[in-house]
């Protein structure tokens, strides 16, 4: 949270506020280890050792104890709902493991309902009685036991944003930032427009676990220098968050991502989540292992055969090119706040991005579905037959 919002692309409750976060240093690691932190645990041999023992010492939830609080945690029940009590951060941790949550799309979905709230889409009479806004923790921990147990506007919400959105009526679908029905949050996307082309052409909805463009420099923070990108991808332009020359990136990153899921390799430990084991690294453990001798384009090619195939079962659930976009209010208009006040997602750039993104992939550029042509060259001719049936 304190490095997002120093270089300024931290979103905040639900996309009314980027960067400039008022709170941020109560995110501050050293305070928060001095006080919480009972010990690591690592899965075997890897180095990074990721899960920390917390206990709180001390108030409302004291004795509570856990492990492994994630960014995925903190940052939907933080700033995304407004919320700065770090203890209650932890106690949600707890919640939403036990009840078996996914903890951003909760978060994501909690923060929603405060906007609701908060422009009157939803009242006191839809809440049972619960004044909802932001940075209240004891109304977050409410909800996400409502939303668990289906009380009350718990029994809406646990459909998921967008089909309470249709129960509520009214302006509500408006509010949710989401793509394929999946909404996100945490980082404010108008400002990095491949991160934004690469969850919008995720395969499960708007899901940065399935690819990520780490070329684009934010803040002067880039693992990539101007000469790397130029030899990887033809382009320094990659570098810039602001250019929408970012399908080639994407592309790769979401092939290495789909190879990394293959190898069972964790993404915190692999270059599909930014830094980690390489996908040299991966096809040289594979061999290592297999006796195989894989190329690294032999693993590209699978990368490339698997994310087609999960691209035509959602065309065949319905997906097509305009479901390629982010959708909501916030989109529509431009970063509200912080260094890159005024920077806008803009229509006919976006839509030049998704052109070379198809073109790039072998897709159909007017509706977004793989060519026969591109499946058979792919090995996939029994599947390129299933396109007659579309
Ligand atoms: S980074 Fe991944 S592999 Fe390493 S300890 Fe954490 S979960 Fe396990």
């Avoid at 980082?187 to 395969?203: E, H, N, P, V, W």
């Avoid at 097509?320 to 431009?334: A, T």
Wanted: proline residues 4%; aromatic residues 8%; contains cysteine.
């Amino acid at each position: 949270t304190p490095i997002t919002n120093k270089i300024g692309i931290l979103a905040l409750k639900n996309f009314n506020q980027t960067a400039c976060y008022e709170e941020a240093e109560k995110f501050e690691p050293d305070p928060i280890v001095e006080k919480y932190y009972k010990g690591s645990k690592s899965c075997y041999a890897c180095p990074i050792h990721c899960s920390k023992r917390f206990e709180i010492p001390e108030g409302p939830y004291k004795g509570e104890w856990g492990n492994k609080l994630e960014e995925g945690v903190v940052t939907p029940f933080g700033p995304t709902v407004g919320n700065s009590d770090i203890a209650s951060i932890f106690k949600i941790n707890n919640m939403v493991n036990q009840f078996g949550l996914d903890a951003l799309e909760c978060g994501g979905l909690i923060a929603v309902a405060i906007d609701w709230f908060k422009n009157g889409i939803i009242t006191k009479k839809d809440t049972d009685g619960l004044e909802l806004d932001w940075g209240k923790p004891e109304i977050l921990i409410k909800l996400v036991e409502k939303i668990a147990k289906r009380q009350d506007i718990g029994d809406i919400l646990a459909d998921g944003a967008l089909r309470a959105s249709e129960k509520i009526g009214g302006k509500a679908a408006e509010y949710i930032s989401h793509s394929k029905g999946m909404t996100f949050g945490g980082i404010d996307l108008r400002i990095m427009k491949g991160m934004a082309l690469c969850l919008a052409t995720s395969t499960r909805g708007c899901d940065h676990l399935r690819g990520s463009v780490p070329t684009e420099t934010v803040g002067g923070l880039s693992r990539f220098t101007p000469e790397m990108a130029e030899k990887m991808f033809g382009s320094r332009e990659v570098l810039d968050h602001n250019s929408y020359f970012k399908a080639v990136v994407a592309i790769r990153m979401q092939h290495i991502a789909a190879v990394t899921d293959c190898m069972e390799i964790c993404r915190f430990a692999s270059e599909s989540n930014g830094g980690g084991l390489t996908i040299e690294d991966q096809v040289e453990l594979f061999n290592a292992v297999t006796g195989l001798d894989f190329s690294v384009d032999d693993a590209m090619h699978a990368g490339e055969r698997i994310f087609n195939l999960e691209r035509l079962y959602i065309v065949r659930e319905g997906i097509r090119r305009g479901d390629d976009r982010l959708i909501g209010k916030w989109v529509e208009g431009p970063v509200p706040s912080g260094q890159f006040k005024g920077d806008t997602i803009d229509k006919d750039k976006w839509e030049w991005m998704l052109d070379d993104y198809y073109d790039r992939r072998g897709w159909d550029k007017k509706t977004g579905i793989p060519t026969k042509e591109k499946l058979i060259s792919l090995g996939l001719s029994e599947e390129a037959g299933w396109l007659d049936r579309i």
